[in-house]
């Protein structure tokens, strides 16, 4: 199926660092969505973002919407080691007339204390 | 608020047997759920649009026949691997969508032997 394209695909930081990853596609969407998922669960859902240019926090955590509507960014700051895990990007296409939403490839997040 | 639950978290089949995969929205009602396929360190592949009160939406590629998919109520998907074998083997996720933003449920590991 389609995914977006989301970068890095892989992150080693050192305790304490911020992170940064992206997610950008070709179409235009109308909701963007970032997950964190940890080995053998099912992912949960960090922040979701409704309208272009929205910025959104949760904790430590920081995304935007872009304004061109193809692109979103998860910032972590202060990373935690229980931020391992691997983080993906949903997003739901606005002329597909469905609730389908597609993922990212993912960013797998590794935080050495 | 927002909980999705699947059953069971674990199963193991005989080649060749049917195994269910139950989805619950447990604090809201979907008219919409997701099932997706996560093969080891890939991103999640949709496979299927479960609507409920009609009939599923497959994603290319995916037998509708060897992947029955049920939504008779506004809480409940199933999921059916019919024959199954072991190249079925996966971990099986579902997600109910709940105005814009979708909620995932824990994951259900199939491992057919």
């Known amino acids: 199926g389609q995914q977006l394209n989301q970068s890095p695909q892989s992150m080693f930081i050192q305790e304490g660092e911020d992170v940064s990853m992206n997610c950008t596609s070709s179409s235009i969407f109308n909701t963007w969505l970032w997950y964190k998922q940890d080995p053998g669960e099912g992912p949960v859902l960090l922040i979701a973002?409704?309208?272009?240019?929205e910025l959104t926090s949760n904790g430590r955590l920081t995304a935007q919407f872009g304004i061109t509507r193809k692109d979103s960014f998860l910032n972590i700051s202060a990373s935690i080691p229980s931020d391992v895990g691997i983080y993906f990007c949903?997003?739901?296409?606005?002329?597909?007339?469905?609730?389908?939403?597609?993922f990212g490839t993912g960013t797998r997040l590794k935080v050495l204390a | 608020g927002a909980v999705v639950s699947q059953h069971p978290s674990r199963v193991i089949c005989k080649s060749g047997t049917s195994v269910k995969i139950e989805c619950r929205s447990l604090?809201?009602?979907?008219?919409?759920m997701f099932w997706y396929r996560q093969f080891p360190k890939q991103s999640l592949m949709l496979m299927a649009t479960s609507n409920e009160g009609s009939k599923a939406t497959y994603e290319q590629g995916v037998e509708k026949d060897k992947f029955l998919i049920n939504h008779a109520s506004l809480t409940l998907s199933t999921l059916t691997v019919t024959s199954a074998h072991p190249e079925d083997s996966s971990f099986y996720i579902c997600?109910?969508?709940?105005?814009?933003?979708?909620?995932f449920g824990e994951g259900s590991w199939l491992t057919v032997v």
């Open positions: 973002l409704y309208k272009a240019g």
């Open positions: 604090d809201f009602q979907a008219t919409t």
């Open positions: 949903a997003g739901q296409n606005a002329t597909s007339g469905t609730y389908k939403y597609i």
């Open positions: 997600s109910a969508s709940l105005g814009n933003t979708i909620y």
